[in-house]
């Protein structure tokens, strides 16, 4: 896990409780590059033209320049979360699915973008404890957020 000038460090689960309600991190930029997309493409199969192909975007897309996917943009949530939060005093963090996920903008090739991470809930779950996390994605310049996700993980306390 990488740190970044905004990483907040939060020490363990308890300290994360009394968080709920509040947002807890705000990543750094990060730039999407067509490199970035190409890549994604590449692993997902995913390569529609509007992404893959800049000359093709420039002329016939409704946004003039290659977008990013929208699942490219939902993937970079852990990258964002784990620059902006360091949380301690577990052994396994788990990706335990999305409730909600809307990509209400584009995100045109060169965007910048940054998360925004509360914590809605942190409940038991089992021998784990599940987070609730309310993430909104913004794209620098814009006038709407790129992407609103309620994400769930599951975090196994670190013994001893």
């Given at each position: 896990m ?5 990483t ?10 009394e968080?709920v ?19 994604f493409a ?5 390569d ?14 409704p ?5 990013a996917?929208g ?11 784990f620059?902006?939060?360091?949380l ?34 942190l ?7 599940q987070?609730?996390w309310?993430?909104?994605?913004e ?6 957020p ?15």
């Open positions: 990488s740190m970044t000038s905004t907040r460090r939060i020490e363990n689960l308890a300290m994360l409780a968080l309600g509040q947002e807890v991190g705000v990543s750094d930029w990060r730039r999407i590059s067509q490199a970035d997309i190409d890549a590449l692993g997902t199969g995913d529609q033209w509007i992404h893959v192909d800049p000359e093709r975007a420039a002329r016939e897309s946004f003039g320049v290659a977008i996917h699942f490219l943009t939902i993937s970079l949530l852990p990258r964002l979360m620059d902006s939060i360091d301690g005093g577990i052994s396994l963090a788990i990706n335990y699915g999305l409730n909600k996920v809307r990509l209400p903008a584009p995100v045109p090739v060169g965007s910048r973008l940054r998360a925004h991470f509360s914590l809605v809930s409940e038991p779950a089992g021998t784990a404890v987070a609730i309310q993430c909104t994605v794209r620098e310049g814009g006038d709407k790129v992407c609103v996700a309620e994400w769930l993980m599951r975090y196994v306390p670190a013994s001893g």
